[in-house]
């Protein structure tokens, strides 16, 4: 499936989301499609993005690993479902708002709170996830500065 529609999939799931259970869920599988999305550009994207890719993977990674994998089957992981990655604009644009999505999400998590344990947890991850859309704004900023450069070549 193409990361844009995932993606969407993913930010309706959240905004759909009850219980704090259900939130860090759906947080858990926004971070596993920006690692997953990460991955894809590191590997096959414009070569200018590769590095910030790369280090998308790694926070996204982080972010997954300070909520711990949910109980899902194999069919239900977003992640899992990445075929395509046919528009990286639209996708990273996409993926930007849904890290903000998250963000707020987890912040009215951990002011709701009960125990310090998700208090915490949900702090790290706010972190992992303001970092992530940090380099994916970063990431749009190239694809926007090679499109300039591009356009301003003349024509042969």
């Known amino acids: 499936m193409d990361a844009v529609r995932l993606i969407l999939t993913s930010r309706r799931e959240l905004a759909g989301s009850g219980g704090g259970g259900e939130i860090l869920t759906q947080v858990w599988q926004a971070q596993a499609l920006a690692q997953a999305i990460g991955s894809r550009l590191a590997v096959s994207g414009p070569p200018e993005l590769r590095g910030e890719a790369l280090g998308l993977t790694e926070l996204a990674g982080r972010g997954c690993g300070v909520l711990g994998a949910p109980d899902l089957d194999p069919g239900d992981l977003l992640a899992a479902r990445l075929t395509e990655l046919e528009d990286a604009r639209q996708a990273l644009l996409d993926l930007a708002c849904l890290l903000g999505e998250v963000g707020i999400a987890l ?20 972190d992992a996830a303001d ?14 500065a090679r499109e300039e450069r591009e356009a301003a070549l003349p024509e042969r």
């Open 131 to 144: 970092e992530s859309r940090d380099r994916v704004l970063e990431m749009l900023r190239k694809l926007t």
């Open 107 to 126: 912040v009215g998590l951990a002011s709701s709170a009960d125990d310090q344990g998700t208090y915490w947890k949900c702090m790290e991850t706010i």
